[in-house]
């Protein structure tokens, strides 16, 4: 089961992009574009009334190893800056880790813009390298009693006019890229191709 959370929620929308729309907005639109390529996926998403704790909640209560859990966002209107970025928990699997790395890579193909590092040996960040330090669903997912579950919170770009313009553009192949890359890595859906199955 794939889970594809669109971060903020309508009570607290996030950060505000360059051109007055929120978060919000673009996360729910992504989301949206990436379950419309097929609705019949084993994708749940997240009801864009739920609080964090309501999704973390809800989540804790279905998740398994085999799942994923993917949170998207975007970062904020700073006009300075650029790139894409994602984080996982320190101590998250070998699949996680991998997907991750896709994931950003990719995004940056697309979208043109760079990947955001915190070191030169890994492409995906931890919560501690985020600039609040700590980010909820990535701590706050537990798989049988522990953090480290497949999380991904992804920050697909900023929300200013330099990354906006390359994004809205490639948003639509951003969703076809995203939708492809969660049916290869997740089992019970898509390609159950055994060399693939092998890196979970
Ligand atoms: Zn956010």
């Known amino acids: 089961?794939?889970?594809?959370?669109?971060?903020?929620?309508?009570?607290?929308?996030?950060?505000?992009?360059?051109?007055?729309?929120?978060?919000?907005?673009?996360?729910?639109?992504?989301?949206?574009?990436?379950?419309?390529?097929?609705?019949?996926?084993?994708?749940?998403?997240?009801?864009?009334?739920?609080?964090l704790t309501e999704v973390i909640e809800w989540i804790n209560s279905n998740i398994t190893q085999r799942d994923l859990v993917i949170d998207i966002h975007f970062n904020n209107n700073n006009p300075r800056a650029t790139g894409t970025e994602v984080f996982i928990h320190p101590d998250a699997g070998q699949r996680t880790r991998h997907i991750a790395t896709e994931m950003v890579q990719g995004i940056s193909r697309i979208v043109d813009i760079p990947v955001r590092r915190h070191v030169s040996t890994r492409d995906y960040k931890y919560p501690a390298e985020s600039h609040i330090g700590t980010l909820g669903i990535i701590e706050r997912v537990l798989l049988e009693g522990v953090p480290a579950a497949p999380v991904i919170l992804l920050e697909v770009c900023f929300l200013n006019q330099r990354d906006l313009a390359r994004y809205e553009p490639q948003k639509n192949n951003v969703a076809k890229f995203l939708y492809d890359l969660l049916i290869r890595h997740t089992p019970l859906i898509g390609n159950l191709d055994p060399k693939e199955e092998k890196r979970i």
């Open 1 to 51: 089961m794939i889970y594809l959370i669109a971060g903020h929620d309508t009570h607290r929308p996030g950060a505000i992009a360059h051109n007055g729309l929120t978060e919000h907005h673009y996360t729910t639109e992504l989301q949206h574009s990436v379950t419309w390529i097929n609705n019949r996926l084993h994708i749940k998403t997240d009801d864009e009334s739920f609080r």
